[in-house]
């Protein structure tokens, strides 16, 4: 099992335009969080899927949404790019869905780089 | 909202010697506490978790709900310990993993 594996490594957009992160969990796993973690900072919540919905959101506006495909896999989309959304973006898988706490599993995350 | 605050962006120690990264946290419910850390050039790992009250790699927090604190502690820290840590809350136990993360500490050990 390779884990939580995400792509791609690293992309680079300019302003204003849009971009799309993938997800694959863990063998296992059905909820997919999603965190952002600008440089020197700790990860910030984006939101968490499960069954196809989004079902916890953090302080982030309505540019930032996602999608969890029938297979547990999910995707994060940002409009509207800005240089403040240069972050690395972190997927995390867990098991049992959004009302219970499992230990998450981190992916090596994608570095985004706005110009 | 919650908070945590880990006031020491870096930490360094001699191997040997104690080792304590602090970590505040402000929520006004009963949260739970964690610590994650990332080793160089690895991802993210839970490290261990409050309510599980184990003692992993030789590292143990407590959590003090009086002064909202659950620093990790380490009684000799090794060279291998060197890494960045972070202190994470969940709003309760059964919040489905919405995590707040601290700003992270580097833990550097010296030989």
């Known amino acids: 099992d390779a884990g939580v594996t995400q792509s791609p490594t690293h992309l680079i957009k300019t302003r204003g335009q849009q971009v799309t992160l993938r997800c694959s969990p863990k063998?296992?796993?059905?909820?997919v969080s999603w965190y952002q973690q600008a440089l020197g900072q700790g990860p910030q919540f984006i939101f968490q899927?499960?069954?196809?919905?989004?079902?916890q959101r953090g302080n982030f506006p309505d540019r930032f949404s996602g999608h969890q495909f029938p297979n547990y896999s999910s995707e994060l989309n940002v409009n509207a790019l800005w240089l403040g959304d240069s972050a690395l973006y972190l997927c995390?898988?867990?098991?049992?869905?959004?009302?219970?706490?499992?230990?998450?599993?981190f992916g090596p995350g994608t570095r985004l780089t706005v110009l | 909202a919650q908070r945590v605050t880990q006031p020491e962006k870096l930490l360094s120690v001699f191997k040997g010697a104690p080792v304590e990264l602090k970590c505040n946290y402000s929520?006004?419910?009963?949260?739970?506490l964690f610590w994650y850390v990332q080793y160089s050039r690895q991802r993210l790992q839970l490290l261990l978790r409050?309510?599980s009250r184990e003692s992993i790699k030789g590292f143990t927090a407590d959590l003090n709900k009086g002064e909202t604190s659950f620093h990790l502690k380490k009684p000799f820290a090794q060279e291998e310990d060197s890494a960045m840590y972070y202190c994470?809350?969940?709003?309760?136990?059964?919040?489905?993993?919405?995590?707040?993360f601290g700003g992270g500490t580097r833990l550097m050990v010296k030989p």
């Open positions: 899927y499960y069954e196809e919905e989004e079902r």
């Open positions: 994470a809350l969940n709003p309760t136990w059964d919040a489905g993993n919405m995590l707040t």
């Open positions: 929520y006004s419910g009963s949260p739970e």
């Open positions: 995390a898988s867990s098991s049992g869905g959004a009302s219970s706490y499992n230990e998450q599993f």
């Open positions: 409050h309510i």
């Open positions: 063998s296992g796993h059905d909820t």
